[in-house]
């Protein structure tokens, strides 16, 4: 089965410059998560999406973050404007849902803010 | 406050070599506990995971992990190690009935041939 998808795979983008991220998840499943992953840390949840309703989106710095998943499959992942400490990866991951919850993630989207 | 730990963050070993991991987490209640691995220039893929049942788990490539609920800990071992096991190791946690997973913050392990 084909996995997550993401893309850009990489992006350089000057402080103050808006980006965007896109993720398709892996065919059927209903819940679609985006993370943070600064370098030498693990990945830290940004948002999480049950079909296209936001389940937790606590740690998503909304002042300048946004997510979508309009129609509950793919989703994009916004920054506006950037700041140099939003340099990191950005994972998106989704999962099937029920009992056994395994999360499945793409390769991510290395951002450098210059 | 919640979180993982995982010590020892760089860890450099021989072939042939054992290796432990340790991961030790602060959140009550009953968890969900997953290791997760990032080969060099790959993505996030789970190596092993624990839900309930036998604490001793089994994972790919000959890892396994021990679940002590009394010491909040889910160490990771592999008796023997490979070059092809130079990677990142992530431990993670999942509080039942709460979505988030937490993850620490990763061990690099160099394997030395």
Do not use: M
Not at chain 2, 79 to 106: I, M
């Amino acid at each position: 089965e084909a996995g997550v998808a993401q893309s850009p795979r990489y992006k350089i983008i000057e402080k103050r410059q808006s980006v965007a991220f896109w993720c398709n998840p892996i065919s059927g499943h209903a819940t679609l998560y985006w993370y943070q992953q600064i370098l030498g840390q693990g990945p830290k949840l940004l948002i999480q999406f049950q079909n296209n309703g936001v389940v937790d989106d606590s740690q998503l710095p909304k002042d300048r973050f946004s997510a979508e998943r309009l129609k509950g499959v793919d989703s994009t992942l916004k920054i506006q404007p950037a700041k140099l400490e939003d340099s990191a990866v950005y994972l998106c991951a989704s999962s099937p849902g029920g009992r056994v919850d395994e999360q499945f993630f793409g390769p991510g989207t290395r951002l450098t803010v210059l | 406050a919640q979180s993982v730990s995982q010590h020892n963050h760089h860890v450099i070993l021989s072939e042939a070599a054992s290796l432990e991991l340790g991961c030790n987490y602060s959140y009550g209640g009953t968890v969900n506990l997953f290791w997760y691995v990032q080969y060099p220039g790959q993505h996030l893929q789970l190596l092993l995971k624990y839900f309930s049942g036998d604490p001793l788990v089994k994972g790919i490539k000959g890892f396994e992990a021990e679940f002590i609920k009394s010491k909040f800990s889910f160490n990771l071992r592999k008796p023997s190690v490979q070059w092809s096991d130079t990677a990142e190791y992530f431990c993670a946690v999942k509080v039942r009935g709460n979505n988030r997973l937490a993850f620490g913050k990763g061990n690099q392990v160099v394997v030395i041939p």
